[in-house]
T-cell receptor
């Protein structure tokens, strides 16, 4: 597709279960970001991938959160032993970094995670 | 620390009135600045951006923002608010490490 896609669009899980959220960035985009948006809150940065560089994990809230990006394209955000406070909309964005471009973020529609 | 700060989590204006949403950035953030908008039940989309050149940037739907280096500000304005402008607005900046960071957002409400 032409845009950033995320799956699933909605995920309901029980406390303590693990979940995986998927992001397909725009083809050719070298940078990929995960953000979390809680009800009434702003965008919380989680993790940033740029090309083959080591990811910037400085925003991950705990060691229950991890993410990987395979082949420089698809990314998976994994949350282990989910807690109710993990309930939020998880947004993925990608952009094309490089000389002459201006870093416009293209956002996916998000995955709404509800932990019961 | 590198940061983008939005003053006011909620702004309410009357239809037809001036809209002013404030954003300040830390001086360590290079002047690549953005405003994004999130309409109810929709995804985020770019409203406007500043990279180089003219400091007054015009975006979609009549919005504009002015980059003021001396004030480290990038406030968003619109001369006359419309009901359809009701949304969440996010200011963002690019750090030296090329990471995009966002402010906490400002919810704009329009009174009839």
């Amino acid at each position: 597709g032409a845009g950033v896609s995320q799956s699933p669009s909605n995920k309901v899980t029980e406390k303590g279960k693990d979940v995986e959220l998927r992001c397909d960035p725009i083809s050719g985009h070298t940078a990929l970001y995960w953000y979390r948006q809680s009800l009434g809150q702003g965008l919380e940065f989680l993790i940033y991938f740029q090309g083959n560089s080591a990811p910037d994990k400085s925003g991950l809230p705990s060691d229950r959160f991890s993410a990987e990006r395979t082949g420089g394209s698809v990314s998976t955000l994994t949350i282990q032993r989910t807690q109710q406070e993990d309930s939020a909309v998880y947004l993925c964005a990608s952009n094309l970094l490089g000389v002459g471009n201006t870093d416009t973020q293209y956002f996916g529609p998000g995955t709404r995670l509800t932990v019961l | 620390a590198q940061s983008v700060t939005q003053l006011g989590s909620h702004v309410s204006v009357s239809e037809g009135a001036l809209v002013l949403l404030r954003c300040n950035y830390s001086s360590s953030v290079p002047p690549y600045l953005f405003w994004y908008v999130q309409y109810p039940n929709q995804g985020l989309q770019l409203l406007l951006k500043y990279t180089t050149g003219a400091t007054l940037v015009k975006g979609i739907n009549g919005f504009e923002a002015e980059f003021k280096k001396s004030e480290t500000s990038f406030h968003l304005t619109k001369p006359s608010a419309h009901m359809s402008d009701a949304a969440e607005y996010f200011c963002a900046g690019r750090t030296k490490a090329s990471k995009i960071i966002f402010g906490s957002g400002t919810r704009l409400s329009i009174r009839p």
